[in-house]
């Protein structure tokens, strides 16, 4: 998976792009360099990001099973009956104020996803990516809404000369 996304560069990109759209700061950008005084810091780390499959290798051996007792017919039945998958995602989230010099924020923000899926497409690349995609998401809901509970304050406008 972290072929296909590039992980952990893209965390970056989402984050940026969720705390736009949150309507808690004025500007998100990136930056590489030292941070300014007036602007906060935020330092995110993905400590998790998998799919599940419960019971995966019992699941696989049972249609193995069943597909060389019945010619493979019953191997097709049996996965297309639905199983659960789960998709888990852990981020470290450290909220800087410079000005104050002090930890706004910091915690980790675990989300689980879950969906149900025939046994034949539960672990495709795709069921892989949508499932970890689905509980970032969940994260990141979740760190949107205790921004928006902290009431940040922007920083003051400086004079024009």
């Not at 996965?79 to 104050?100: C, E, M, N, S, W």
């Not at 002090?102 to 899926?117: C, I």
């Not at 990516?129 to 689905?134: F, K, Q, T, V």
Request: charged share 25%.
């Amino acid at each position: 998976m972290d072929k296909v996304l590039k992980i952990p560069e893209c965390l970056d990109e989402v984050l940026v792009r969720e705390l736009q759209g949150a309507g808690v700061f004025k500007q998100v950008s990136l930056t590489t360099r030292g941070i300014a005084a007036d602007h906060y810091l935020l330092e995110p780390s993905l400590v998790d990001l998998r799919w599940e499959v419960p019971d995966y290798k019992r699941k696989v051996s049972t249609a193995f099973t069943i597909s060389l007792l019945t010619g493979g017919i019953g191997g097709i039945g049996y996965g297309a009956t639905g199983t659960d998958v789960f998709g888990h995602a852990t981020l470290h989230i450290k909220l800087i104020d410079p000005r104050q010099q002090q930890v706004v924020l910091e915690r980790d923000y675990r989300a689980t996803a879950k969906d149900n899926r025939s046994k034949l497409r539960c672990d495709t690349p795709t069921t892989y990516r949508e499932m970890a995609a689905s509980a970032l998401k969940q994260a990141i809901e979740d760190f949107k809404k205790d921004l928006q509970q902290l009431q940040i304050s922007p920083p003051k406008a400086t004079p024009a000369t």
